[in-house]
């Protein structure tokens, strides 16, 4: 498994297969939020990262800028009143949560998961074309 240098983006204990379940809230917690969430977030740190090496040739780097999320934020539950400090809003369009049933259980939420593209046609990216 290859995912960049050893100190930039994950290191793993064990590998296992979950089966995700689809649910209304959840928390973001340590980890990578795509830029598009930048708004949406009032804690976090811009960076960045390539999103793509070519592992051919290494010279090949498609980068994009992402949310370093250092803290916990709440996803709203959007049938009750939240009094729950740093929560994230919710997006205009239907989100669709990805939740680790087996995650730590905080605030009666539990670990949302946030999928990235690594080629992707997200307007974040920075294609080597769109940097001219």
Partial sequence: MLLGRSQDLASYRSVEVIDLEQRD???????LLPWSYRPRVQVGQGILMPRWINPV???EVRWAR???LNSRLFHPNPRQQESISGVITV???SEVLWV???SPVHSER???LVWHSLL????ESLEPSAAL
């Fill in 66 to 68: 992402y949310v370093i």
């Fill in 120 to 123: 992707g046609e997200e307007s």
């Fill in 110 to 112: 539990q670990r949302i």
């Fill in 91 to 93: 997006s205009g369009a």
């Fill in 100 to 102: 680790d049933p087996t």
């Fill in 25 to 31: 809230t959840g928390y973001y917690e340590h980890t």
């Fill in 57 to 59: 040739n290494r010279r």
